[in-house]
Each structure stands twice: as C-alpha cells, then as structure tokens.
T-cell receptor
C-alpha cells in the first residue's frame, strides 16, 4: 500500500515569512492532492497535481510535483494568520480515493 | 451553496447504541466516500460507493456499514459503537469526471 510522509509535522512561523511543507511517497504518484483543514472542520481543496514537474499556484500558495513523481512540496509566500491550519497531502487511488499523509500543523504568529 | 452536507454536525451516542450519520451532495458526483479521522490523525478511508457499487476497505470493521439509496445521499451506520469509534467522520464526493474531491464539514461522534 502507498504511504505518504509529511515534513515537518508542525511549523511555527512569524507572519510574513515564507515556508515549505514536503510530502514524500513510497510509490509513484498518479494524482497528488493538497488540502487544508481547520481544527474540527472538513477539508478544503487547495490543488491537485498529476504530471511530473507540474507546478500550480493559487494566491500565495504554490505546489510542485517533482519529475519522478514521488515527492511534492507546498510553498506559502508571505504567510498570514489565515494560512494557519493543518495541511494534508493525499495520493489518489484507482477510484480517486485518497490516502493521506499525517499532516503538517501550521501556526502563523501575528 | 453548500455542496456536501453532513448531518448532524455533532452526534453523541451511548456505547453499543446504533447510530446513523448522513451525507448528501448537490454535485451529482457518481462516487461518495466515507473517511474516519481520529484525533490528531489523518483521515482514513472506510469505504466508497461508485454509483451503486459498494467498495469496502480491507481493514474497515464489520461494525461499519453504509447505504446509498440514490445519487445524492449516503449513510454511515455504526451498529454497535465502541469508545474507539469516537472520531470525526468525513464524507466526500468525486469520481472520474472530476479531479477534485469535495469534503463535507464532518460529523463529530462522541461515544459515552
């Protein structure tokens, strides 16, 4: 079965700083999803990557999938308190069901 | 505007008392998923429906059942909840027609 490892497990940054979260897969990724979750709430879709070398951006968040399709990174530029939450990467299966990494807890200090 | 709705948002039940959680969608997606998320852990897939075809994960306990009477609705039944079943239950929709999986807000289950 596919396993996803996220690093770091938790991250505390000062508002305005840049940060990167990594997601490494034990197998080739055929679809990699990034979600954000606030405590006690559902998951909010951020981005989905499929092709090796693909990079997508939305507002101040950029996600990349490496050429070998076994690692993805999520980069936030000029972080804000609204970016705080848990970031989850998920690998897509044959029916698009997701296997998730353990998550990265992001705290942004004002 | 809500696309995936879960009811109730909070459910309290007693040990061993059956409980049903509800999910509905307005997206007309052919796949619906149920995930269990325990405290400080990642969501874990319990099962999914591809249209009316039920797909159970190998390690999902028999205590968990699901029903999908039509495209819009899917139910999660827990026949005899134990203390270890206390968790957030997340419903999601998606499928081959879309690259995105949409999640509901979740139902937080407490077992007394």
């Amino acid at each position: 079965s596919q396993e996803l490892e996220q690093s770091p497990q938790s991250l505390i940054v000062q508002e305005g700083k840049n940060l990167t979260i990594n997601c490494t897969s034990s197998k080739t990724l055929y679809g990699l999803y990034w979600y954000k979750q606030k405590y006690g709430e559902g998951l909010i879709f951020l981005m989905m990557l499929q092709k090796g070398g693909e990079e997508k951006s939305h507002e101040k968040i950029t996600a990349k999938l490496d050429e070998k399709k076994q690692q993805s990174s999520l980069h936030i530029t000029a972080s804000q308190p609204s970016h705080a939450g848990i970031y989850l990467c998920g690998a897509s299966g044959s029916a698009r069901q997701l296997t998730f990494g353990s998550g990265t807890q992001l705290t942004v200090l004002p | 505007d809500a696309m995936v709705i879960q009811n109730p948002r909070y459910q309290v039940t007693q040990f061993g008392k059956p409980v049903t959680l509800s999910c509905s969608q307005t997206l007309n997606h052919n796949v619906m998923y149920w995930y269990q998320q325990k405290s400080s852990q990642a969501p874990k897939l319990l099962f999914h429906y591809y249209d009316k075809d039920f797909n159970n994960e190998a390690d999902t306990p028999d205590n968990f059942q699901s029903r999908r009477p039509n495209t819009s609705f899917c139910f999660l039944d827990i026949r005899s909840p134990g203390l270890g079943d206390a968790a957030m239950y997340l419903c999601a929709t998606g499928g081959l027609s879309t690259d995105t999986q949409y999640f509901g807000p979740g139902t937080r289950l407490t077992v007394l």
